[in-house]
C-alpha cells in the first residue's frame, strides 16, 4: 500500500536570507530543489532520487518522504541527513489528533 501525499504539497514560507524553508509532506523534492536551486542554495543533506532503481518515475519523491526515510547522499558523514536539518512540524497521530513537535527559530 502507497500513502498519497499529494493532497498536502506546497512551500507555504521561503525566507532564502534566513535559510528558512517550510513546505507541507507531499512537496516534490525535486519543486523544492528547483526553488532554492534559483537562489544559489542547495538542499545540505544532499538527497538522491532513488525512484528509477525502484521503478518509480524519477523525481517523485516527496519532502515527507525525505524527512521519514532519513535520506542523505554522499555527504552525509560531513553534513548530516535529512532530519539533522528539520527544525519541526505539526502532524496527525494514529488516533486523529493534531500534534507539534519543534518549531521555528
Known amino acids: 500500500m502507497t500513502l498519497d ?3 498536502l504539497e506546497g512551500v507555504t514560507l521561503y525566507e532564502p536570507e534566513e535559510l528558512v524553508l517550510s513546505a507541507r509532506a507531499g512537496t516534490p523534492l525535486a519543486e523544492i530543489e528547483t526553488l532554492v536551486e534559483q537562489r544559489g ?4 543533506f544532499e538527497p538522491m532520487d532513488y525512484g528509477p532503481i525502484f521503478g518509480s518515475d524519477a523525481s517523485a519523491g516527496s519532502l515527507g518522504g525525505t524527512i ?10 560531513k553534513s548530516g541527513a535529512a532530519r539533522d536539518h528539520f ?16 518549531g521555528r527559530v
Open 41 to 44: 542554495q542547495q538542499l545540505e
Open 68 to 77: 521519514a526515510s532519513n535520506l542523505a547522499g554522499p555527504r552525509r558523514i
Open 5 to 7: 501525499l499529494s493532497g
Open 87 to 102: 527544525l519541526g512540524f505539526s502532524a496527525v497521530s494514529g488516533r486523529g489528533e493534531v500534534f507539534k513537535s519543534g
